[in-house]
């Protein structure tokens, strides 16, 4: 019985994950757009000046992007915000790697610490809402397939991390779940790469 009820809800996740999973990209890549429209020619200084002290330092560059998108994102920082500034900093293939490796390495940390430092803390805040609490529950019975699914749909990938840590599902089924978010993360590095060319265009527009 508890495995017919976790299919049914991984299958309710499922259904919700296709069109929710696409909204928030629907909507960055809007945003963008207005955005660098506005100031690009800001933009396009500031991104210069930050690749410019990237080469200067350059390997470290990407060691200390991984190192920040991991302390920013443990504290609730946006991924997307990360992913997006990754993409215009190192471009479409090195942006896509840093990220990456950026956000398996704050899942592994996050996990960890829901598992041994903050577990109770998180158990109290999942008790006061149900949904979540419901997911985290469904996520221990069928493990693998509901994470995958989690990790498709909108819900944010730290919270994701920490509910999963504090449920003590298995590390290696987190991790392997944990790259479903790859194509989610593309197409995040690919808007800030993008986002890069078109605030040069408007740069050179603007003078």
């Keep these: 019985m508890h495995t017919n009820s976790g299919h049914g809800e991984a299958r309710r996740f499922w259904e919700r994950a296709r069109l929710g999973a696409l909204l928030p990209y629907v909507a960055m890549g809007a945003l ?3 955005v660098i429209v ?3 020619q800001d933009i396009n200084h500031h991104i210069d000046a930050i690749e410019a002290w990237l080469n200067a330092i350059s390997p470290w560059g990407v060691v200390a992007f991984i190192a920040l998108f991991v302390v920013l994102t443990s504290f609730f920082v946006p991924g997307t915000v990360m992913a997006v500034i990754g993409g215009a900093l190192f471009g479409l293939g090195g942006g896509t790697l840093a990220v990456v490796f950026g956000a398996l390495a ?4 996050q996990y960890f610490l829901a598992r041994h ?3 109770d803390r998180i158990e109290r805040r999942l ?3 149900p949904s979540l609490l419901a997911k985290q529950l469904s996520a221990r019975r ?3 397939r509901l994470q995958v699914l989690l990790r498709l749909s909108p819900l944010s990938p730290v919270l994701c991390n920490y509910m999963l840590g504090a449920g003590a599902v298995r590390f290696p ?5 944990g790259l479903a ?3 989610g993360l593309f197409m995040q590095v690919y808007f800030g790469h993008a986002g890069k060319h078109l605030a040069h265009l408007a740069g050179r527009g603007d003078r």
């Excluded at 704050?106 to 940390?109: D, F, K, P, Q």
């Excluded at 089924?173 to 779940?177: L, M, R, T």
């Design 32 to 34: 963008l757009v207005v």
């Design 38 to 40: 506005i100031v690009g």
């Design 106 to 109: 704050s899942a592994t940390v």
């Design 117 to 119: 430092l903050l577990h």
């Design 127 to 129: 008790s006061a809402k």
């Design 142 to 144: 069928v493990e693998f």
């Design 173 to 177: 089924g987190f991790f392997v779940a």
């Design 181 to 183: 978010m790859i194509p």
